[in-house]
């Protein structure tokens, strides 16, 4: 069936069916009134701030081939999850508006709505409401609310901190050149970077873990690529950056474990570096956290952090140290215009 045979009434009930919410919190949520109602005393759960982020997803520019409707929903929510993680907050309410082209199946959106609702879940999150238009194409706007006592922010970066990332870069990259056909690689590393790409996981509770440590001075997450989020927190913070390239963690443990002969090293940089779709967080540190033993040890362990760097005063710029030698790092990645 179409949706525009099923109706709007009718598509919005369908939809709001498959999002669960805790009536303690939420007393009212998706389709249900105007707005939603959220008892503000239970959800906050003593936290100060309230941290809000809005992103919009399109079919045509943020939607590679081969994407299935559950990983578009997925998607939608797990961008928004990201900027919270960013924040170091727990998310907490999302909602979503979508644009709909008119001869959509009511099975595309059965699979679409089932994404959103999953990584939502996965997250703690409750999906509260949202809106319904026809669209030529599809375009998904996810709202995110989410709690902190430590809004962790990109201008607070200091000369002498440490540069860390969690996890790895690349994985994204990697699926988008093979997606193009730029690439060939055996089948299993193409379905773990797609999946990397079409799926990927805000890193929620690392950023929480980052924001409570005590020694975190600024962070942003990697969604339009490394050298882009450093730029962004060295305009913020009114630094510079020097980068150990050979300390930046390229391509995920199953990816490295896998033959992937064909790429040089200056692919694998351009793949950590310059392209998004990651969502990993780049954050600053304390310089005086290397003293404190266990601390680092949690930090590594939970957050899977590498230091790739060190803040450097504004004047020296961004760039790659190679013994004595620097070279100037360049400032591109995803930029929608």
């Known amino acids: 069936m179409k949706i525009e045979e099923l109706g709007e009434i009718g598509l919005i009930e369908r939809i709001t069916k498959k999002f669960r919410v805790g009536k303690q919190i939420i007393t009212a949520g998706a389709g249900e009134d105007d707005c939603a109602v959220i008892d503000i005393e239970k959800a906050k759960g003593g936290y100060k701030y309230l ?6 997803l399109q079919e045509s520019t943020h939607f590679p081939p081969g994407i299935t409707p559950f990983q578009m929903g997925w998607s939608a929510v797990a961008v928004n999850l990201s900027d919270i993680a960013a924040m170091g907050a727990r998310p907490f309410a999302f909602t979503i508006a979508m644009g709909i082209p008119a001869q959509t199946e009511t099975s595309f959106m059965d699979e679409l709505a089932a994404g959103i609702e999953e990584c939502a879940s996965a997250y703690n999150t409750a ?14 706007t996810g709202t995110c609310l989410g709690f902190t006592d430590n809004p962790v922010r990109r201008s607070g970066a200091k000369v002498g901190d440490l540069l860390c990332v969690t996890g790895s870069l690349g994985n ?45 001075t ?4 990697i969604s339009d690529g490394l050298a882009l ?17 050979a300390n930046v963690p390229v391509l995920s443990e199953e990816l490295r474990r896998e033959e992937c002969s064909e790429l040089s090293t200056r692919e694998l940089r351009e793949f950590a570096f310059y392209y998004g779709g990651d969502y990993e967080l780049l954050f600053t540190i304390d310089s005086q956290a290397l003293e404190n033993d266990e601390l680092m040890q949690r930090l590594r362990k939970e957050v899977k952090m590498s230091i790739i760097g060190k803040v450097v005063p504004p004047e020296e710029g961004i760039y790659f140290k190679k013994g004595e030698e620097k070279e100037m790092m360049d400032t591109k990645g995803y930029q929608h215009f």
């Open 127 to 140: 999906v509260v409401g949202g809106d319904i238009t026809r669209s030529n194409e599809l375009i998904l």
């Open 218 to 221: 600024s962070m942003i997450d």
């Open 51 to 56: 941290v809000v982020t809005t992103d919009a």
């Open 172 to 216: 994204a990259a990697l699926a988008v050149k093979v997606i193009m056909n730029e690439l060939k690689v055996p089948k299993r590393i193409e379905e773990i970077a797609k999946k990397a790409l079409f799926q990927p996981q805000p890193r929620v509770k690392e950023g929480i873990v980052i924001a409570n440590s005590g020694v975190a």
């Open 229 to 245: 989020s450093l730029a962004e927190i060295a305009k913020s913070s009114t630094v510079g950056a020097e980068l150990y390239e």
